[in-house]
Each structure stands twice: as C-alpha cells, then as structure tokens.
C-alpha cells in the first residue's frame, strides 16, 4: 500500500510518501518539505498566530494534492512540541481540520520518544541488544531505552536546538557567557534523567538519529547522504569535544557553509552540539551510530502493524 504522512515539527513540514507492508521496510517514493519554523510564529502568550496557521494549512493542502496525484490509500499527519505546548493548539487543530479536513495528532513527548525507539529497533533489529536513542528536535529531546520494540523508559525532555538557541544564544556568535548559562542548563535538565537510564543497564548500542546530529555526524567527517542510508554514519565524543568550540565560535553564516549543514538549521548548531555533548558525557557514551529512520518511520510501523493486526 502506498501511506503518505505529514510530520508538523518545529522547524520543519514535512510530506513523506513511502509504498510499504507489513514485514518489509518502507520504500520512500516522494519527500517534500518548508521550513515553516512554527516557533517563529508564536505570539507573546506562546500561542500560534495567524500567518502560521495559514502557512500551516497551506502546506497541508498542497499535500492532500501530492499524495491524490500520487495514488496514496491512506493519509496521516502528525504534529509534535510546537503545536503540542502551544496555548491555542487545540484551536489550531481545529482550524486546520475545518480549512482541509484532515485531523492533525498531535504526539506527547513519550510518544515521540516511544515511536522513535521502535523505528530504531526495526532498522539495527534484534541482534542489537539494549538500545539507548536519543534524538535531538527543534523543541525537545527524547531519550529511551530497552531491549523490546517498545522501550522500557522513555522521556521527553525541553532541551530542542531550536528552544535553546532562541532562549540562551541570542548572539551571532554567541557570547561566552551565554554558552557557560546554555551547558548549566542543559546538564541540569538531563540529570534529572540520568540515573534512571544509568540503573536500567549499559546500552549495547548507543543511538542518534534527527537532522542536527546527522548534520554534526556530517561535519565530524561521516559520508555524505547521497552515499546512501545504508552507510554506516557515527558520531564520537571525540568529535563534539572539538566540534562544540569550533561552532560556537563561527557565525551562522559561517556554519551554512560546513558539509551537511543547511542555511536554515545553521543558528540552531551550536545548542545542539551542547546537547549532544552532555548526554554523551553524562552517560559516558564513547560513540553514536546514527540511524537513518526515526519518529516519521515509527509512525509508519506502527500503522503497518495496527493494520495486519485489525486484518487478522
């Protein structure tokens, strides 16, 4: 069957088109996606305004459009922290289902976390052992852990590169005293964590997936994407010991020109490098293996499964 699925984040919107069934991993058939960067649009009270909705539907639409011409069966869309913790999220839900009649889900954080794991899982198997995967968003970071298809522990937490950098790096470069308050922070909110995951056992493989810690794979020296995903992509403590003063001291400009970093993701690099670090510090983790799937294709196994199951 063909499924089409709209990922709303905080950065990006996202179609992707994939042509799959149950058992067997799903073929991408057409990718498009804006930089809509919905925490832009957000009014003082961290509601979303008006334009951001229209843009939102917008997009939306245009998808509906794609995946008719494409012969899609089935739609999903999603949406995660920008909407989620938005006062008016409810509303803009609302709207958009009004406007396009189609229903947006909006994912907790522990989902996103659950259904990132479970993508993971499907894609190093069972072989793998106790995974520990952490992917880094524009407003949040999820953590989990276990040795299932679903994790023991799963956490969400507010530590997203696009929410740091706006709330601590308001300089271009940013300031060394912005930097000491953004590493505090982030270490603070990550031990309230640690030791769970700590007691919870020594992962076999420690896991990374999300476009910035792709992008600082790509920076440290990993293959380039149009290598394709089956290359093996990691990412070391080694590497971000180096890397995090080097970013910190360039400007955005500077940084859209390093392999694999885009113009938009830029400004959000530094903090996201500082996130990465600290959890590959605090849970004395030597090296990331990045994963090419994360939440998009865990939404996708997950139907795939719900569906063989309503079929039996």
């Not at 009649?101 to 996103?112: K, R």
Request: aromatic fraction near 4%; charge should be negative; hydrophobic fraction near 45%.
């Amino acid at each position: 069957m063909r499924l089409g699925v709209v990922d709303v984040g905080s950065n990006t919107i996202h179609l992707l088109v994939v042509d799959a069934h149950h058992g067997a991993a799903p073929l991408p058939t057409t990718s498009r996606k804006v930089e809509l960067r919905l925490a832009e649009h957000l009014a003082d009270d961290g509601s979303i305004d008006a334009s951001g909705v229209d843009d939102l539907v917008e997009f939306m639409t245009q998808s509906m459009a794609v995946a008719e011409d494409l012969g899609v069966t089935e739609m999903m869309a999603f949406a995660t922290s920008a909407i989620r913790e938005a006062p008016n999220g409810e509303q803009v839900i609302a709207e958009v289902r009004e406007r396009t009649g189609f229903d947006l889900q909006v994912l907790t954080g522990d989902d996103e976390a659950r259904l990132t794991f479970l993508a993971v899982r499907r894609w190093f198997g069972w072989s793998s052992g106790r995974l520990l995967v952490s992917d880094i968003g524009g407003g949040s970071l999820e953590m989990a852990s276990g040795t299932d298809e679903y994790p023991e522990l799963a956490f969400s937490l507010p530590l997203g590169a696009g929410r740091l950098t706006r709330e601590f790096l308001r300089h271009d470069p940013p300031s060394d005293k912005q930097l000491k308050e953004l590493r505090k922070y982030v270490r603070a909110e990550l031990g309230t964590v640690v030791g769970q995951l700590t007691r919870a056992g020594a992962s076999d493989h420690s896991v990374a997936t999300s476009k910035t810690l792709r992008s600082l794979a790509r920076i440290a020296g990993a293959s380039p994407s149009s290598e394709g995903p089956m290359v093996k992509r990691t990412l070391t403590r080694a590497d971000l010991v180096g890397l995090v003063p080097k970013l910190a001291a360039m400007t955005n400009a500077e940084r859209a020109e390093l392999p694999g970093v885009s113009e938009s993701r830029a400004g959000q690099l530094v903090a996201g490098a500082v996130v990465a670090e600290a959890v590959m510090d605090l849970l004395d983790i030597e090296e990331f293996e990045i994963c090419p799937w994360a939440l998009r294709e865990g939404v996708i196994l997950r139907r795939l499964d719900w569906l063989t199951m309503g079929s039996e």
